[in-house]
């Protein structure tokens, strides 16, 4: 799990993002910013591609640890979403998710991030191996 005082320490420029997006007026909450909702099924979209590197079988989200937002973002900001592994198991795959923003001033912030647990099924929903 990478800690929130290293990732301000990386290159930016080596990192590519799972997805990248734009958020619109639409995904506005009642105070103006972007609704946690809409960024947290981002969040998991992010962790489903990475997380889709290590089985060709169906996957399934299981579980997301706390989520904490550290900034609100805008409409407008283009946002980040890193995804990396962090253990594959038997029927699973865990995956930390960082979210960015790009706020209007060009600065990097870091919005929030998300450790994700998904599971390999079959066609009738049960576990099966990853690989």
């Given at each position: 799990?990478t800690?929130?005082?290293?990732?301000?320490?990386?290159?930016?420029?080596?990192?590519e993002?799972?997805?990248?997006?734009v958020?619109?007026p639409?995904?506005t909450?009642?105070?103006?910013?972007?609704?946690?909702?809409?960024?947290?099924?981002?969040?998991?979209?992010?962790?489903?591609?990475?997380?889709?590197?290590?089985?060709k079988?169906?996957?399934v989200?299981?579980?997301?640890k706390?989520?904490?937002?550290h900034?609100?973002?805008?409409?407008?900001?283009?946002v980040?979403?890193?995804?990396s592994?962090?253990?594959?198991?038997?029927t699973?795959?865990t995956?930390?998710v960082?979210?960015?923003?790009?706020n209007?001033k060009?600065?990097?912030?870091?919005?929030?991030?998300?450790?994700l647990?998904?599971?390999?099924?079959?066609?009738e929903?049960?576990?099966?191996p990853?690989?």
């Amino acid at each position: 799990m990478t800690d929130s005082s290293n990732l301000n320490s990386l290159d930016q420029s080596r990192r590519e993002p799972a997805i990248r997006v734009v958020l619109l007026p639409r995904d506005t909450n009642g105070n103006g910013t972007i609704f946690g909702g809409v960024i947290l099924s981002y969040i998991d979209l992010a962790g489903s591609v990475e997380a889709g590197k290590h089985t060709k079988n169906r996957l399934v989200t299981v579980a997301m640890k706390e989520v904490v937002f550290h900034q609100p973002v805008l409409v407008g900001e283009v946002v980040s979403f890193y995804a990396s592994t962090v253990r594959v198991g038997n029927t699973s795959v865990t995956v930390q998710v960082e979210v960015e923003s790009k706020n209007r001033k060009g600065e990097i912030v870091q919005v929030t991030q998300a450790e994700l647990t998904f599971v390999s099924v079959n066609q009738e929903g049960r576990p099966v191996p990853v690989r």
